[in-house]
């Protein structure tokens, strides 16, 4: 009798992104064909990214829906702001944010979800799968690690991987704005 191979699963790190770049993410793909093949965010920086992680000031929240309750979040890092949602889809996630007082660090792993609007203005938001409260020393070491992946990842960005498909979408930007919120984030320590 012949056994199956077992097919083990590696969920890949998620990508430490400051808020700046996470408010430029405008596209995304699927990779496969089936339908629960993963999406990955393309970073402006370079990179691939199936979850992002970031860490910030939960500013807002807000509870919406009846039937299938979520809750609305505003958390903000020295670069700006991300909007996102914790839904009953990852329950885990739904509960911290319910169980936060306002304002507090926190610090989020999700997926950046990009959505096209009707009139072609694309917004990104951050679906949360898992939310911890964290404090000040935490921040500030995320901080630091989010410079450094974002400095990397523009130093190396022409021999990623995925530069050139990043590169096909958003033509040629300007690395400017994201060498901008790594000092501004150095600027808040």
Do not use: C, W
Request: hydrophobic content about 40%; proline content about 6%; glycine content about 6%.
């Amino acid at each position: 009798m012949s056994s199956i191979p077992e097919k083990k699963f590696v969920r890949e790190p998620a990508k430490r992104v400051l808020a700046r770049e996470f408010r430029d993410i405008k596209y995304e793909v699927k990779e496969g064909t089936d339908e629960k093949a993963p999406k990955f965010a393309l970073l402006p920086t370079g990179e691939k990214a199936n979850r992002v992680f970031v860490v910030g000031v939960l500013l807002e929240k807000e509870k919406r829906g009846d039937a299938k309750p979520f809750y609305r979040m505003k958390i903000q890092d020295p670069t700006g702001s991300i909007y996102g949602m914790a839904s009953s889809y990852k329950p885990d996630a739904m509960q911290a944010i319910a169980e936060i007082e306002a304002p507090a660090f926190v610090a989020v792993v999700g997926k950046a979800n990009p959505y096209e609007t009707p009139e072609g203005n694309v917004y990104v938001s951050l679906g949360a799968e898992f939310v911890s409260v964290v404090d000040k020393e935490t921040r500030n070491l995320y901080l630091l690690d989010a410079m450094k992946a974002t400095l990397d990842r523009i130093e190396h960005r022409t021999s990623l991987p995925d530069y050139a498909l990043i590169s096909e979408k958003y033509g040629d930007i300007s690395m400017i704005p994201y060498l901008e919120a790594v000092r501004e984030s150095g600027a808040s320590l």
